[in-house]
């Protein structure tokens, strides 16, 4: 006697009857007349010998069959779409959804153009870009990874997978206006004189009037802190660029955000021989076993995107 079987099409039944609750959802969901799918799961249940769903005029519900139908189901249907997938990029055209997040700024300005190019020469791909200020929990929350701002610590490194896209440097800058009214600074130490323009990093309410900048000499290697504050803080980045662009003082900032303010001359660096070299951009991403195709082949073209440092004085365009 053979034994009974199911398909493809018979677990994706099952799940959407399951899943809508009732016939007429699941024919919604899978575009089909209610009574093919009448037709369809009383053809399942006779070929299996078992009763998947109780059915009344008024309410249906899943018997332990189905629910163990339904247990497997997902497994099955995801390992399909996988193995199409792969098959599909073994044939060199790269399918499948990649799954990415990235800080707003950098997101807008630079990752966007990114992601629009690489997807447009492989149109069978689905991006979709999470911009956010808060790195999310990329494996629970099934993303492939991140273009991060700052090396990202993890409480097990062997979990998670980094990579430095590119490198990058907060400088200090502000208006010709600025200078001109209040001087320009001849020293670190001379910083703290100065109305300081604090961006709040990830929201921290504890950075009220005042941050600790720490700054790198360019030839040297040595290091100066100092206590900056001014009257005006702002959680916002861009914020703290606009405030930076009206006059109201010195900030802190990385190169990719205000290098074609610097190429016009909007904004002048400060103590151009000093830099915060914190901020470079980094690839973040949930250790696999296996990595899709997609997701390196999208990797490796940001990474030559962004090797030349396009925000580099010279480089940088209006974007």
Known sequence: ?????????????????????????????????????????????????????????RRLSVTSEGEAVCLHARTLLDGFAALESELGER??????????????????????PALAAFQSQHPALQIELTLTEQLPDLG?????????????????????????IARNQRVLAASPDYLQRRGTPATVDALALHDGLVARENGDASQR?????????????????????????????????????????IMLRSLWDIAPQLASGE????????????????????????TPRRVRLLVDHLAEQFRGEPWKPGKAGTR
């Open 209 to 249: 009037q005042y941050a600790l900048w720490t700054l790198r000499h360019a030839r040297d290697g040595s290091t100066a802190r100092v206590r900056v504050q001014g009257p005006l803080t702002s959680n916002s980045g861009e914020m703290v660029r606009d405030w930076c662009l009206a006059g109201h003082g």
């Open 140 to 164: 629970a929350e099934g993303y492939d990874g991140a273009l991060w701002l700052w090396a990202v610590q993890q409480r097990r490194a062997a979990d998670w997978v980094t990579r430095r």
């Open 1 to 57: 006697m053979n034994s009974p079987s199911m398909d493809r099409g018979d677990l994706a039944l099952v799940l959407a009857i399951r899943d809508q609750g009732s016939l007429a959802g699941a024919a919604a969901t899978l575009d089909v007349v209610p009574s093919v799918i009448t037709k369809r799961l009383g053809a399942l249940e006779a070929r299996l010998g078992q009763r998947l769903f109780d059915r009344t005029t």
């Open 91 to 112: 044939q060199n055209e790269l399918v499948g959804t990649i799954r990415l997040a990235a800080t707003f700024g950098f997101g807008r300005r630079w990752l966007g």
């Open 267 to 290: 904004l002048v660096r400060v103590l151009p021989q000093y830099a915060m070299p914190d901020a470079d951009i980094h690839w973040v991403a949930p250790w696999r076993p296996r």
